[in-house]
């Protein structure tokens, strides 16, 4: 099975890319989901970050996500102390929807990893794109869609890899900076590509 390694940063426009290629019938495998996921429904895991966090991220029982995220994306160490948490349990079940693709016999997968690269994933994939878009259209998207401060967009910005360094890493780099219909010519013309690529690996 072909793996394409899907990244960006907040704001980018990644999760519209992931639905584009959901609208093909492609499969992707969603690593934000498979975090809430484990944040709303996993109680060993809440367990460990109310230990490692406090039970100020608690609330009705579950993890507060927007009072963790306050925590992490405010402090290097605290994010990374997540990460060894969470990350784990997120690849296990990723590996495990995988799995299930390939005895499907499905010859194309997404992976939707925030991060892809840092995390070290990409080296997996047999391509990485990345959704790029500027700093000024990450944080206008956001501030439209969350009601997030320019200062709390600004901290999750600065938590992940720059964009431009990330894009220097891609195979595909997807300017989404402008409208959606220049960004769907650039998507097309990948996917056609990919076409004649799975297709030849068939014959």
């Known amino acids: 099975m072909y793996i394409i390694g899907l990244t960006g940063g907040i704001g980018s426009g990644k999760t519209s890319v992931a639905q584009w290629f959901r609208g093909k019938d492609i499969p992707v495998l969603d690593a934000d989901a498979a975090v809430h996921q484990i944040l709303d429904q996993d109680p060993l895991a809440a367990r460990r970050l109310a230990e490692e966090f406090g039970a100020r991220i608690i609330r009705d029982s579950k993890i507060d996500r927007m009072a963790l995220g306050k925590i992490v994306f405010a402090n290097d160490a605290a994010r990374e102390r997540l990460e060894s948490i ?49 700093a000024r259209v990450q944080i206008q998207r956001v501030q439209q869609r969350s009601g997030l401060s320019e200062q709390d967009i600004r901290s999750r910005i600065q938590a992940q890899m720059p964009l431009d360094l990330k894009r220097d890493l891609a195979d595909v780099v997807i300017d989404n900076a402008q409208d959606w219909q220049t960004t769907l010519v650039q998507l097309e013309e990948q996917w056609h590509r990919l076409e004649r690529m799975i297709l030849r690996a068939e014959s």
């Open 86 to 134: 969470i990350h784990p349990l997120v690849w296990t079940k990723m590996s495990e929807e995988e799995d299930a693709l390939r005895r499907m016999g499905r010859k194309l997968c997404i992976w939707d990893i925030p991060l892809l690269i840092e995390a070290g994933k990409h080296r997996q994939a047999n391509e990485v794109w990345v959704v790029w878009a500027s």
